[in-house]
């Protein structure tokens, strides 16, 4: 897939994809357009399904929104409100180290640098970009599993990890597509072009896809991932 034919086909999408549940922590911008929370969102929303996540997040905001409001819990007291994310208790470890290197050295504010961000702990490349676009409306690309997936199925990068295709997507992808291309990708991941058994026969821009690692059982006339 071309340049030109990626444009198009996610024009497609952003039509389509507000449809579809948005992921959690695209949620919270819309409802807060508060940095910490999008980051500390971000943190519990790792190797966690977006419902508890949601559930998660909702239960710490509701109880503490800023650093210096975090920095009065005990990590017990964390932990307890985001029970069962995945590896809650490391995560309340983090969360609180965060709150104390925003206060300290950051005036009580998110930086909104990429390297700052990366320097917080727990923070990696996807974390980062994250908060950056969803969190100071600035150019990043946030690449996560469904991001990575997709855009190799598509047949427009073909990269082995999640910072290969970022790095693939900072020379190809027009810039007006960066902020945007992770929302889209996301949803669309969650709902119709799955990891295994993606939706094609109601996909609406399955006529453009390459379908890479794709392939269809004539036994039982569904489409895995090879």
């Not at 980062?128 to 969803?134: H, K, M, S």
């Not at 026969?201 to 569904?222: L, Q, T």
Request: a positive charge.
């Amino acid at each position: 897939m071309n340049t030109e034919t990626l444009v198009k086909v996610l024009k497609i999408l952003e039509k389509e994809y507000k449809k579809w549940d948005a992921p959690v922590v695209t949620l919270i911008k819309e409802r807060t357009n508060d940095p910490f929370r999008i980051l500390i969102s971000t943190i519990l929303s790792l190797r966690t399904k977006d419902e508890v996540t949601r559930r998660a997040s909702q239960k710490l905001f509701e109880r503490t929104k800023t650093p210096e409001e975090i920095l009065k819990l005990t990590c017990k007291d964390i932990e307890k409100l985001i029970y069962p994310v995945g590896f809650y208790r490391r995560k309340a470890y983090t969360i609180k180290k965060i709150s104390e290197i925003i206060l300290s050295e950051y005036q009580g504010k998110v930086p909104d640098k990429l390297e700052e961000l990366l320097s917080l702990p727990g923070v990696g490349r996807k974390t980062a970009n994250l908060v950056i676009t969803l969190g100071f409306n600035k150019e990043g690309i946030c690449v996560d599993t469904h991001v990575h997936r997709i855009s190799n199925r598509f047949g427009y990068v073909k990269t082995r990890n999640p910072h290969e295709t970022e790095m693939k997507l900072r020379k190809k992808l027009p810039r007006e597509w960066w902020i945007k291309y992770n929302d889209i990708l996301v949803a669309f991941g969650q709902t119709i072009c799955k990891p295994l058994g993606p939706k094609c026969n109601i996909c609406p821009v399955e006529k453009y896809c390459e379908k890479v690692g794709v392939r269809k059982n004539k036994k039982r006339k569904n489409l895995h991932t090879v």
